[in-house]
């Protein structure tokens, strides 16, 4: 899951006009699948989504 998070966010990447879409995309997708962890596994939802929030 850290792995998608960071490929997600790619830091270094510039995003074109055309690209936002596909990397608005991603991050949705992660964030669906960190949601879903809330109800089973809480604590490591809030570890991953932490490095988010300081962003």
């Known amino acids: 899951m850290e792995r998608e998070i ?3 966010l790619d830091a270094g990447r510039i995003v074109s006009d055309r690209g936002c ?3 608005v ?3 949705a ?3 669906a699948k960190v949601a ?3 109800a089973t ?3 490591q939802a809030v570890r ?3 490095p988010g929030l300081a962003r």
Do not use: C, N, Y
């Open 6 to 8: 960071e490929a997600a």
């Open 21 to 23: 879409l596909a990397s």
């Open 25 to 27: 995309g991603d991050l």
């Open 29 to 31: 997708q992660v964030e």
């Open 36 to 38: 879903q962890l809330v």
């Open 41 to 43: 596994e809480p604590a």
């Open 48 to 50: 991953l989504r932490q």
